[in-house]
């Protein structure tokens, strides 16, 4: 998700020369894009990977740096810095506040960037009958309408990538890689 975050970043800095409107804006637009994967290791395990808050942030290759949020006590805030790659083999660091909630069987997880950007991320793994894990990821984006077109669009190709790494770690561990 701090990818996701990373690249909304980009999207909203490149057009920062542009005004954007607040939150509830009438220019911001809503998508929700969901994508499943099946993983072939427990649910427990799954669920214990959704748990484990540090281990969701480093899964990121983005993240460069992560600290836990001293004023919630909960210890379920994050500031989390990325290095966004940009074109040319430039890149730029990019920070910004991430909450996570467990559920029983997933996570939660709010996002708070720039001027009217926002993400909300639910993970929710299900047991399949084949003894694996179909693990379903659905994501609420609020952005400028100018802008919502390229985040989803980022936001499709970036989710599958930390779907795939998530999941071959787990089937490692479980011996089913
Ligand atoms: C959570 O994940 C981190 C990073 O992978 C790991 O070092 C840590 O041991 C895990 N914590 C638990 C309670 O499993
Ligand atoms: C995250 O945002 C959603 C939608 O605005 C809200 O319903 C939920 O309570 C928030 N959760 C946290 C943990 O902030
Ligand atoms: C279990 O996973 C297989 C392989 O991805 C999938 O075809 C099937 O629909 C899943 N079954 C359930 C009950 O979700």
């Known amino acids: 998700m701090r990818f996701q975050l990373a690249l909304v970043a980009i999207a909203f800095s490149a057009a920062s020369a542009a005004p954007l409107a607040g939150r509830d804006s009438i220019f911001d637009k809503t998508s929700v894009i969901t994508s499943t994967k099946h993983i072939n290791a427990p649910v427990e395990d799954v669920i214990a990977t959704l748990h484990n808050f540090t281990a969701m942030i480093t899964l990121n290759p983005l993240v460069t740096n992560f600290v836990e949020d001293p004023s919630d006590p ?39 960037a720039s001027a009217g950007v926002s993400l909300h991320n639910q993970w929710r793994a299900v047991a399949n009958a084949t003894g694996g894990t179909d693990l379903t990821e659905t994501d609420t984006l609020t952005a400028n309408f100018l802008l919502s077109g390229l985040i989803t669009e980022e936001l499709t190709t970036s989710h599958n990538q930390l779907m795939n790494t998530l999941a071959s770690q787990l089937e490692v561990a479980a011996g089913n890689a």
Do not use: K, R
């Open 74 to 112: 909960t210890g379920n805030t994050f500031t989390i810095t990325d290095s966004v790659p940009l074109i040319l083999g430039l890149s730029f660091p990019t920070t910004y506040t991430a909450h996570f909630d467990t559920v029983d069987d997933g996570m939660d997880t709010n996002n708070t």
